[in-house]
T-cell receptor, first 114, second 112 residues
Framework: ETGVTQTPRHLVMGMTNKKSLKCEQH?????MYWYKQSAKKPLELMFV???????ENNSVPSRFSPECPNSSHLFLHLHTLQPEDSALYLC?????????????FGEGSRLTVL | DAKTTQPPSMDCAEGRAANLPCNHS???????VYWYRQIHSQGPQYIIH???NNETNEMASLIITEDRKSSTLILPHATLRDTAVYYC?????????????FGSGTQLTVLP
């Protein structure tokens, strides 16, 4: 138990569907992250939020839309995805702005796009 | 560009020490060495980090060479649950998360 909870753990969606991934952290952290891990590829940083404000967008296609309503919750809204977007999506948190020390990861949401 | 080099895979007998090497010859003075591990289909788990002194916690020990160009993560008594991909990362303590680049890591298999 890392204190970072992701739901759903598994998601299958068609290319025309709209779905959302949810992340919640119970650690009192102020920074939250979305990472993507495709099969046999390293983790890729997608988005970073500090104190609810987006501070990093790593050239992610607009079909991925993040939302951070408060420091404890992070969403990734998905629409018109492609099969190559199938991957493990990981949420992480850390204490605060610009702190790159220990990251706390959730267990991930396994996404399959048909 | 990869900032660390790790062997792709290693085996270790259960109960023995697992020594995982990492080369980081281009490490900068303000960069730390971080170790994470990822058990299959789970999120990465932080293990330990250090700047230049050796570090130990309840999970592992980190030995950093004096010139800081390489390090070794030591799991003193490996168990089957330690089977995972181990990532060695170098980066600053503060800055952009973009600076923490996860490479391919070392697949450690603990054998019964």
């Amino acid at each position: 138990e890392t204190g970072v909870t992701q739901t759903p753990r598994h998601l299958v969606m068609g290319m025309t569907n709209k779905k959302s991934l949810k992340c919640e952290q119970h650690l009192g952290h102020n920074a939250m992250y979305w990472y993507k891990q495709s099969a046999k590829k390293p983790l890729e940083l997608m988005f970073v939020y500090n104190f609810k404000e987006q501070t990093e967008n790593n050239s992610v296609p607009s079909r991925f839309s993040p939302e951070c309503p408060n420091s404890s919750h992070l969403f990734l809204h998905l629409h018109t995805l492609q099969p190559e977007d199938s991957a493990l999506y990981l949420c992480a948190s850390s204490p605060g702005r610009d702190y790159t020390g220990e990251l706390f990861f959730g267990e991930g949401s396994r996404l399959t796009v048909l | 560009d990869a900032k660390t080099t790790q062997p792709p895979s290693m085996d270790c007998a259960e109960g023995r020490a697992a020594n995982l090497p990492c080369n980081h010859s281009t490490i900068s003075g303000n960069e730390y060495v971080y170790w994470y591990r990822q058990i299959h289909s789970q999120g990465p788990q932080y293990i330990i980090h250090g700047l230049k002194n050796n570090e130990t916690n309840e999970m592992a020990s980190l030995i950093i060479t004096e010139d800081r160009k390489s390090s070794t993560l030591i799991l003193p008594h490996a168990t089957l649950r330690d089977t995972a991909v181990y990532y060695c990362i170098v980066g600053p303590l503060s800055g952009s998360a973009r600076q923490l680049t996860f490479g391919s890591g070392t697949q450690l298999t603990v054998l019964p």
